[in-house]
């Protein structure tokens, strides 16, 4: 569960960073844009100056309206200082060493010309003089037009390119947020078919638990009866051991899913304490039901090495095993094999049952597969108990950084090895 909340938050974290990407790309776009309409009117500007020297020219032919000439001398010399400012701003469309020279020299020809302007003499002499060096500033103010188009064109090339590759990056980040969100969907769509398939097995599993229960309550209930009812002396003591078999399954059993319980809420804990492989065994053969006419037989080794772990996880883990193969196995020992070495705890369980098909490990390891191989015999307790003894098994041996692996023929029997790290306080059988 927490693997799938993590996958789910990167994914959404991605999401978020992609749009975030894809949004800020397009308001680049947008300011280039917007950067277009200025540029414009800095291309007309070249052609604004060039008819304001026309008109200049075309006042001077008539000298005899000087208030005329000094208007359009002044409109003239204006854009020009305008345009020698926008020159001296860093920022500036018009900051190009090129176009500074040309305005610098035209600020010059301007400045005689008004000396033309202001010089003694006929008008006439006056016309001629300023008409003649208006043709020497010509060349300047084509040099000036050629700049601004110059300029012009290097800024539309850079608005191009800037425009081309944020587009080219909203694109790709415009692909990977749609390629997030089916990514998102399709998760959302396999972890909700999950549910579905999870739910199913438990209503299979909650009426696994009812069958199970109400069949070892009847059979508690039918030889209570027979026993205060029927039966002789030599009977009872076999319906008390039926009493006892289903008393044991049904505690057995309560325990196993208030285990479950436990590990799927994420509440079950390691709690160490010391204690000697003896206890564990005796444990175990207390606990072992003689089921199928099998027998258990136990070897420990070495006996009285005091460890450290947790000893009800490591109970339970041995409970389950061997009930494992108790219920696969008929007119047969089980071997129950315990091992310090190292600073690990291996434990072997070993029967010659029914078996099963390796290759399924994975699916029976899933909680209720009693329910969910319903179309098998083989193996595992698969329609023998409630289908949560390798869930719990492989939880607990997880949760002790242990590793578990199985070895399994079918018709020939099962093999399961366990290998668990210890904390090995003494060993006895050294001193």
């Given at each position: 569960?927490?693997?799938?909340?993590?996958v789910?938050?990167i994914?959404?974290?991605?999401?978020?960073?992609?749009i975030?990407l894809?949004?800020?790309?397009?308001?680049?776009i947008?300011?280039?844009y917007?950067?277009?309409?200025?540029?414009?009117?800095?291309y007309?500007?070249?052609?604004?100056?060039?008819?304001?020297f026309?008109?200049?020219?075309?006042?001077?032919?008539?000298?005899?309206?000087?208030?005329?000439?000094?208007?359009?001398?002044?409109?003239?010399?204006?854009?020009i200082?305008?345009?020698?400012s926008?020159?001296?701003?860093?920022?500036?469309?018009?900051?190009?060493?090129?176009?500074?020279?040309?305005?610098?020299?035209l600020?010059?020809?301007?400045?005689e010309?008004d000396?033309?302007?202001n010089?003694?003499?006929?008008?006439?002499?006056?016309?001629?003089?300023?008409?003649?060096?208006?043709?020497?500033?010509?060349?300047?103010?084509?040099?000036l037009?050629?700049?601004?188009?110059?300029?012009?064109?290097?800024?539309?090339?850079?608005?191009?390119e800037i425009?081309?590759?944020?587009?080219?990056d909203?694109e790709?980040?415009?692909?990977?947020?749609?390629?997030?969100?089916?990514t998102?969907?399709?998760l959302?769509?396999?972890?909700?078919?999950?549910l579905?398939?999870?739910?199913?097995?438990?209503?299979i599993?909650?009426s696994?638990?009812?069958?199970e229960?109400?069949?070892?309550?009847?059979?508690?209930q039918?030889?209570?009866d027979?026993?205060?009812?029927?039966?002789?002396?030599?009977?009872?003591?076999?319906?008390?051991?039926?009493?006892?078999?289903?008393a044991?399954k049904?505690?057995?059993q309560?325990?196993?899913?208030?285990e479950?319980s436990?590990?799927?809420m994420?509440n079950?804990?390691?709690?160490?304490?010391?204690?000697?492989?003896?206890?564990?065994?005796?444990?175990?053969?207390?606990s072992f039901?003689?089921?199928?006419?099998?027998?258990?037989?136990?070897?420990?080794?070495?006996?009285?090495?005091?460890?450290?772990t947790d000893?009800?996880?490591?109970q339970?883990i041995?409970?389950?095993?061997l009930?494992?193969?108790?219920?696969?196995?008929?007119?047969?020992?089980?071997?129950?094999?315990?091992?310090?070495?190292?600073?690990?705890l291996?434990?072997?369980?070993?029967?010659?049952g029914?078996?099963?098909?390796?290759?399924?490990?994975?699916k029976?390891?899933?909680?209720?597969?009693?329910?969910?191989?319903?179309?098998?015999?083989?193996?595992?307790?698969?329609?023998l108990?409630?289908?949560?003894?390798?869930?719990?098994i492989?939880s607990h041996?997880?949760?002790?950084?242990?590793?578990?692996?199985a070895?399994?023929?079918?018709g020939?029997?099962?093999?399961?090895?366990?290998?668990?790290?210890?904390?090995?306080?003494?060993?006895?059988?050294r001193?």
């Amino acid at each position: 569960m927490r693997r799938v909340i993590s996958v789910a938050c990167i994914i959404i974290m991605a999401f978020m960073i992609v749009i975030t990407l894809t949004v800020l790309k397009f308001n680049n776009i947008k300011e280039q844009y917007q950067n277009l309409d200025p540029n414009l009117d800095n291309y007309s500007i070249a052609e604004i100056i060039f008819l304001s020297f026309e008109r200049l020219k075309t006042s001077i032919l008539d000298l005899s309206d000087g208030s005329n000439v000094l208007s359009k001398k002044s409109i003239f010399d204006s854009k020009i200082e305008i345009l020698k400012s926008n020159s001296l701003n860093t920022k500036s469309f018009f900051k190009d060493e090129d176009f500074s020279t040309s305005i610098n020299k035209l600020i010059k020809q301007s400045t005689e010309l008004d000396k033309i302007f202001n010089s003694k003499g006929s008008i006439d002499e006056k016309r001629q003089s300023a008409l003649m060096y208006m043709d020497t500033m010509r060349p300047t103010l084509l040099d000036l037009q050629e700049s601004i188009y110059r300029i012009q064109i290097k800024s539309f090339n850079q608005i191009k390119e800037i425009i081309y590759d944020n587009s080219l990056d909203a694109e790709i980040s415009s692909l990977l947020t749609i390629f997030l969100i089916c990514t998102l969907f399709i998760l959302l769509w396999r972890h909700s078919a999950r549910l579905k398939k999870t739910l199913k097995n438990k209503n299979i599993f909650i009426s696994s638990i009812y069958h199970e229960l109400a069949s070892s309550i009847q059979k508690i209930q039918f030889a209570t009866d027979v026993i205060n009812d029927e039966a002789s002396k030599k009977d009872i003591q076999k319906y008390l051991d039926i009493i006892n078999f289903h008393a044991n399954k049904i505690t057995s059993q309560t325990l196993d899913v208030l285990e479950y319980s436990k590990i799927e809420m994420g509440n079950s804990v390691i709690q160490t304490e010391p204690f000697v492989l003896n206890q564990i065994t005796t444990d175990a053969i207390h606990s072992f039901v003689k089921r199928n006419d099998n027998s258990l037989k136990v070897r420990i080794s070495p006996k009285n090495t005091l460890i450290r772990t947790d000893k009800k996880k490591v109970q339970s883990i041995i409970n389950n095993l061997l009930d494992n193969s108790n219920k696969n196995s008929q007119n047969n020992i089980i071997h129950l094999h315990l091992r310090i070495f190292s600073g690990y705890l291996y434990i072997k369980v070993k029967d010659f049952g029914n078996g099963f098909d390796i290759n399924k490990i994975g699916k029976f390891i899933q909680p209720f597969n009693q329910g969910a191989e319903r179309d098998t015999k083989q193996g595992l307790g698969l329609g023998l108990g409630l289908g949560l003894g390798l869930t719990i098994i492989k939880s607990h041996i997880d949760l002790l950084k242990g590793s578990f692996k199985a070895r399994s023929t079918i018709g020939e029997g099962t093999i399961f090895f366990v290998k668990i790290p210890v904390l090995i306080v003494h060993s006895k059988d050294r001193l």
